[in-house]
């Protein structure tokens, strides 16, 4: 008997978005268990050899699982296995490697076929077959637009009477789909409806809700429609028409609101085609094809969001580079070779569909899931207390967005103009995780933002520090904070506060901002210095000192002072074990204190032990009901068999979690010397000790980085 727990995601119809929801799935479940697995019994082979919907599994949610495994059979080898009289031995195929990522997880998320192609017809029963055989409750994912009309099918009509109200013909669906099921024997989990319209979600929800319960199902959760998941984008349009990319390359992944064919002069072509349209026109029609170059770039008439030219053709050789050059290469322009007819048919045919690069689109996917579906069943099939278990990186992540959002917070981020400082606001918006404020000229940052193609985000605010009518006050407190010892003039002060970093830091001190966050192109002298000036540290904190959260695959380490202090004196390395174990604290981290050298205990002699163990006996002084061990070396404190021979009876050695360096020499190159040998994700350097939080990110910081350390910054404000 397969001792995991699972459900197997399946769909009413095809196109009801169950592989979005089973992504969604297990990121939420990855919040609460130390390991969740995905699993494609029957998948589909594409161009590049695999299942597209695994593909996206695999990347977008970091499964260590390799793709044949996770989808170890085809629909084709199912059809070939019916032929033959082998279909039998085909689910012993898929059950045994089911098992070996069941015997690996605590629960694993089942995907259901894809009703696509010859075998359409015959999937309810593969699905059934799949779920009975797996032990593997079905969870119903169906669409929940256009399901106002019941009609047909009397034992349907029986159960779906008029209190079914907004949701009568996708209750039908339902209804017809677990009688299929039930008829073979298989569990219902419970229904997730995708889709519904949000001006009339709750509305939906509660009859939908009502109406599932006398089919003797539970509605888990209702999806609203939304148009950045709804809406095609051009790459989409070129993967599925396997159409030529001639310019536009960077901006492939802008919505498509609508398709035009342009068939007709400029000046009538203008005027009926929506703002972001694709339109599809003939290669050789050379004066539409230079209007809609101009409208691209004209502030007054509704650009495209791309073009296809048809018939394999294109314009002639001047009129292609003026048309390029209008465009600065950014229009997307493509090329088929079927006529504008076939073409317009073929683009209206296109499904969106989420790609692991789409990362907004999957972050958004993560959100919808969270928000509108209750998890807790899932969790409780698990039989696992997600109290009891280490945190895994994924799950240390989630539970601090979590935190975040809770309590949303203002954090600034003076580097405006930094396309990935720009990418991960828009992501934190999007979200709902904080509020922000970047600063720079605000035109310069809007047309950034448009040639990125992020979408304009009303949310977003914009300040120039150079023309803001805070700069003055800004100068005169700034005096007022460097006085008595070094006043400076007014003229120095006021060129200061023109300056990002000192004016987004000011707004900190000032209460306009939570918390800032800068160091993508900013050195961290730069940026700390003016919180070093004028934020200064915290009541009994001599200096400010950093940490990382080490990501370990089960568990979450605090390494401190990795970034900050060269060679801190026995004093100041007391501040940073305090700061240390008040930041894991505040972090769900329970913070055992490890005082690092090269010598545990007694056993030991030198001027750097010396320091540890004054600093170690600081610590016990200033707080002493915090488990702190030192000095103590690294094996001593993290492995519990070595312990147990160097330092027996310590509560701290063997089980340590907040590892305080001697010096910044040998903090730095542990922590990337374990980020690259165990593969641990580093977020940091995390700032502690200031009065108010001011973090720097490493000029080589990814969007994920920067989303995790405005996360961390968020937090910190919280407890400020």
């Not at 048809?310 to 290469?329: A, F, I, S």
């Not at 030991?604 to 004054?614: A, F, H, L, N, Y």
């Not at 050695?653 to 020499?665: E, H, K, R, S, Y």
Request: charged share 25%; proline share 5%.
């Amino acid at each position: 008997m397969i001792m995991a727990s699972s459900i197997l995601v399946t769909a009413t119809e095809r196109g009801s978005g169950k592989s979005t929801i089973a992504l969604g799935l297990v990121h939420l479940l990855e919040s609460s268990l130390a390991k969740v697995g995905y699993f494609k019994p029957i998948g589909r082979r594409d161009d590049l050899g695999s299942d597209p919907d695994v593909r996206l599994m695999k990347d977008a949610l970091g499964l260590d699982f390799s793709l044949e495994e996770m989808a170890p059979v085809t629909m084709g080898e199912v059809q070939e296995a019916l032929s033959r009289g082998t279909y039998d031995q085909l689910l012993d195929t898929i059950l045994e490697a089911y098992e070996r990522i069941a015997d690996k997880c605590d629960f694993v998320i089942c995907e259901g076929t894809d009703y696509f192609g010859a075998m359409a017809a015959f999937e309810f029963d593969i699905n059934a077959d799949i779920s009975r055989n797996l032990s593997s409750p079905v969870l119903l994912v169906t669409q929940g637009l256009n399901s106002a009309e019941a009609d047909g099918g009397d034992q349907a009509d029986d159960q779906i009477d008029d209190r079914a109200g907004p949701c009568g013909n996708m209750i039908k669906n339902v209804a017809l789909v677990k009688e299929h099921f039930d008829a073979k024997g298989c569990e219902m989990f419970g229904v997730v409806i995708n889709r519904t319209e949000p001006k009339s979600d709750r509305e939906f929800h509660d009859a939908a809700e009502l109406a599932l319960q006398r089919l003797g199902l539970k509605l888990l959760g209702t999806i609203p429609r939304t148009g950045m998941l709804s809406k095609l984008r051009v790459e989409e349009v070129v993967d599925a028409l396997g159409a030529k990319v001639i310019s536009g390359h960077d901006r492939l992944n802008v919505a498509i609101q609508d398709v035009s064919v342009a068939g007709m002069t400029v000046e009538h072509a203008l005027e009926r085609i929506p703002r972001g349209s694709l339109v599809v026109v003939a290669g050789d029609r050379d004066d539409v094809l230079l209007g809609l170059a101009a409208a691209f770039v004209s502030p007054s008439v509704p650009a495209p969001a791309g073009v296809i030219m048809t018939g394999g053709l294109e314009p002639r050789k001047n009129v292609m580079n003026l048309l390029l050059d209008v465009t600065g290469r950014q229009m997307p322009l493509l090329q088929v070779q079927t006529n504008t007819y076939q073409t317009a048919i073929g683009v209206n045919k296109v499904q969106p569909s989420l790609q692991a690069h789409q990362r907004m689109r999957i972050e958004l996917v993560k959100t919808l899931v969270e928000s509108n579906v209750d998890v807790e069943l899932l969790i409780a099939r698990a039989s696992v207390q997600p109290k009891t278990r280490r945190a895994t990186p994924k799950q240390f992540i989630h539970r601090m967005v979590h935190t975040a959002r809770k309590d949303r917070r203002h954090i600034v981020l003076p580097e405006g103009m930094e396309p990935r400082i720009l990418h991960a606001a828009h992501e934190l918006l999007d979200r709902e995780i904080v509020d922000l404020t970047v600063l720079g000229d605000p035109d310069q940052i809007r047309r950034e933002v448009g040639r990125l193609g992020l979408k304009p985000h009303d949310e977003l605010r914009i300040i120039d520090p150079a023309t803001s009518d805070l700069r003055e006050g800004f100068a005169k407190r700034y005096i007022e904070l460097r006085s008595p010892k070094r006043t400076p003039t007014w003229e120095m002060s006021f060129d200061l506060m023109s300056d990002p970093t000192y004016f987004s830091t000011m707004m900190v001190q000032e209460g306009l901002a939570d918390g800032m966050v800068s160091g993508s192109v900013t050195t961290t002298a730069a940026t700390l210095r003016p919180a070093l000036e004028f934020v200064k540290t915290k009541e009994g904190f001599a200096i400010a000192s950093s940490v990382f959260f080490m990501c370990l695959p089960d568990q979450v380490l605090v390494y401190g002072d990795c970034a900050v202090n060269p060679n801190p004196t026995a004093e100041q390395l007391a501040d940073i074990a305090l700061a240390s174990a008040e930041t894991a604290r505040a972090f769900g981290i329970d913070p055992l204190v490890a005082m690092l050298s090269y010598s545990t205990g007694a056993s030991g002699t030198g001027s750097e032990v010396d320091k540890v163990r004054e600093a170690t006996a600081l610590v016990r002084e200033r707080n002493p009901d915090l488990p702190v061990e030192g000095p103590i070396q690294y094996d001593a404190a993290i492995d519990p068999r070595v312990a147990e021979t160097k330092l027996p009876g310590s509560k701290v050695a063997g089980a340590a979690t907040v590892f305080i360096f001697p010096d910044l020499n040998s903090g730095n190159n542990t922590y990337k010397a374990v980020q690259r040998a165990a593969k641990a994700i580093a977020i940091g350097p995390v700032m502690q000790g200031l009065k108010k939080p001011v973090n720097d990110l490493s000029r080589g910081c990814s969007i994920p980085d920067i989303i995790n350390t405005v996360v961390i910054t968020a937090i910190q404000a919280q407890r400020t």
